[in-house]
């Protein structure tokens, strides 16, 4: 079965610095990977995704995650983290043995970011 | 373009009394549609998933129940509400065909009390 893991439940970053919010994967097959982002008492918002092609992926709001297979991993990456970046953060993989676009999601991380 | 509309936003309902949510898309046909469950801000709990009207999946057995009447519109009720059914519910969609994320509404908050 697919399975993401989210190995830390927060990550606490000063504005400014760069960010890294850790995503690790178990898929058979070639992995369909994805970030969303949660404000507080919102619905998800997508970030990126990784289908296929380059490695380093490109989202919204400056955010970036690099698919590494060697590692099983897909960590979010910023150059530069705003306060307002502060939300609860998810990785998700792709189900490809249910015949339609289920995704399987960590358990979430919560980046604060101070000021 | 497409949206996702939620209603209602929040709900405080006694244990035993009956529950309907609704999940409504616009701007698209044949959608996929998912209900979700999220427990004290963290995990999400995929309850159904729709392909199609009056196609139902379940995910888990629960005291919840959904249905499809219409090609975009996904409901999710219930006969008798636990406390264990509080949580804040997600409704998404995903295009029919092809490797498109997921897009998610703007949620339910249900306090069961």
């Known amino acids: 079965a697919q399975s993401v893991a989210q190995p830390e439940d927060q990550v606490n970053v000063a504005e400014g610095n760069p960010l890294t919010v850790k995503c690790t994967y178990s898929v058979s097959g070639n992995p369909y990977l994805f970030w969303y982002v949660q404000y507080p008492n919102r619905g998800l918002q997508f970030l990126l995704k990784?289908?296929?092609?380059?490695?380093l992926v490109k989202g919204s709001y400056g955010f970036e995650a690099e698919f590494n297979k060697s590692q099983t991993s897909f960590h979010l990456k910023k150059p530069s983290a705003l306060v307002s970046d502060s939300a609860l953060y998810f990785c998700?993989?792709?189900?490809?043995?249910?015949?339609?676009?289920?995704?399987?999601f960590g358990t979430g991380t919560r980046l604060l970011v101070s000021p | 373009s497409q949206t996702i509309h939620q209603w209602p936003a929040t709900l405080v309902q006694p244990v035993g009394s009956p529950l309907s949510l609704e999940c409504t898309v616009e701007g698209t046909s044949n959608p996929n549609l998912y209900w979700y469950r999220q427990a004290a801000g963290r995990g999400l709990q995929l309850l159904f998933y729709?392909?199609?009207?009056?196609?139902i999946s379940s995910e888990v057995p629960q005291n919840l129940s959904a249905s499809r009447p219409q090609d975009r519109q996904f409901i999710l009720s219930s006969k008798k509400l636990l406390l264990s059914d509080s949580g804040f519910y997600l409704c998404?969609?995903?295009?029919?065909?092809?490797?498109?994320?997921?897009?998610f509404g703007p949620g339910t908050r249900l306090t069961v009390l």
């Open positions: 998404a969609w995903t295009p029919g065909l092809g490797d498109s994320e997921q897009f």
């Open positions: 729709s392909v199609g009207i009056g196609q």
């Open positions: 990784y289908i296929t092609g380059d490695n």
């Open positions: 998700a993989v792709r189900d490809h043995y249910t015949g339609f676009q289920k995704l399987v």
